[in-house]
T-cell receptor, first 111, second 114 residues
Framework: QKEVEQDPGPLSVPEGAIVSLNCTYS??????FMWYRQYSRKGPELLMY????GNKEDGRFTAQVDKSSKYISLFIRDSQPSDSATYLC???????????FGKGNQVVVIP | GAVVSQHPSWVICKSGTSVKIECRSL??????MFWYRQFPKQSLMLMAT?????????EQGVEKDKFLINHASLTLSTLTVTSAHPEDSSFYIC??????????FGPGTRLLVL
C-alpha cells in the first residue's frame, strides 16, 4: 500500500462549480498536511498548510483534515479557468522535512 | 511565500555530456534542499536531500555518482547529471526547506537528452 493515495483524475468541472479533491494516507504518524498547485511545466506552489483535524479556509480554498479516517480534502469554491492545474497533496512529520506526496489530481475548469 | 529559482529552465544536450542545474533560494536561507524528478503525469519522486556543507543523502535506486549534488551555501545547491542518457530526460525540480516544515519549490528544469 502506498503511503499516500490520490486519484489522478482528470477531473473536469464547469466554471463556478465546486471542486472536491481528496487524499488518503496510511501512516497515522503524519502530523502536517499540505496542498500544492502545479501548473503545466512549472514547479508546485504551496496553497494550503494545516496540522490539525478540521477545516482551514483561505479565500475560495478550504482544506479539511480528518486524522481519525486518515483522509484530507481540498475544496475550491466558485472555480475559475485559472484553477485548471494539477493539485498535489503532501504530508510529513515534524523534525523531518521529507514529504510524502500524492500522485496529483489534474483539474480542468471549463469556461 | 519564499522564492526559489532554478537555472536553466530548459536544456537540451547530447548523450554522454554532463549538465549542471542550479537551485537558489532568493529570500530565505535553505539549510536543506531537495531534488526531485517528475515524469509526465507522474508525481514528484524524491532523488536526494542535501544539507548545506555536508554530503547529500540519496534515495534508494538513485545513483550518487550519476547525480552529483553540491550544497555549498545556504542559498545554492547544484545538481549535475553526469554522462547523461536519453532515459535521464525528465523534469527536475528543487525545493528549499522553509519554516513550519514547508517546502518551496523552484520552477523546474526540463532536460532533454538526445
Amino acid at each position: 500500500q502506498k503511503e499516500v493515495e490520490q486519484d489522478p483524475g482528470p477531473l473536469s468541472v464547469p466554471e463556478g462549480a465546486i471542486v472536491s479533491l481528496n487524499c488518503t494516507y496510511s501512516n497515522s504518524a503524519f502530523q502536517y498536511f499540505m496542498w500544492y498547485r502545479q501548473y503545466s511545466r512549472k514547479g508546485p506552489e504551496l496553497l494550503m498548510y494545516t496540522y490539525s483535524s478540521g477545516n482551514k479556509e483561505d479565500g475560495r480554498f478550504t482544506a479539511q483534515v480528518d486524522k481519525s479516517s486518515k483522509y484530507i480534502s481540498l475544496f475550491i469554491r466558485d472555480s475559475q479557468p485559472s484553477d485548471s492545474a494539477t493539485y498535489l497533496c503532501a504530508m510529513g512529520l515534524y523534525g523531518n522535512n521529507r514529504l510524502a506526496f500524492g500522485k496529483g489530481n489534474q483539474v480542468v475548469v471549463i469556461p | 511565500g519564499a522564492v526559489v529559482s532554478q537555472h536553466p529552465s530548459w536544456v537540451i544536450c547530447k548523450s554522454g555530456t554532463s549538465v549542471k542545474i542550479e537551485c537558489r533560494s532568493l529570500d530565505f536561507q535553505a539549510t536543506t534542499m531537495f531534488w526531485y524528478r517528475q515524469f509526465p503525469k507522474q508525481s514528484l519522486m524524491l532523488m536526494a536531500t542535501s544539507n548545506e556543507g555536508s554530503k547529500a543523502t540519496y534515495e534508494q535506486g538513485v545513483e550518487k555518482d550519476k547525480f552529483l549534488i553540491n550544497h555549498a551555501s545556504l542559498t545554492l545547491s547544484t545538481l549535475t547529471v553526469t554522462s547523461a542518457h536519453p532515459e535521464d530526460s525528465s523534469f527536475y525540480i528543487c525545493s528549499g526547506g522553509g519554516g513550519q516544515e514547508t517546502q518551496y519549490f523552484g520552477p523546474g528544469t526540463r532536460l532533454l537528452v538526445l
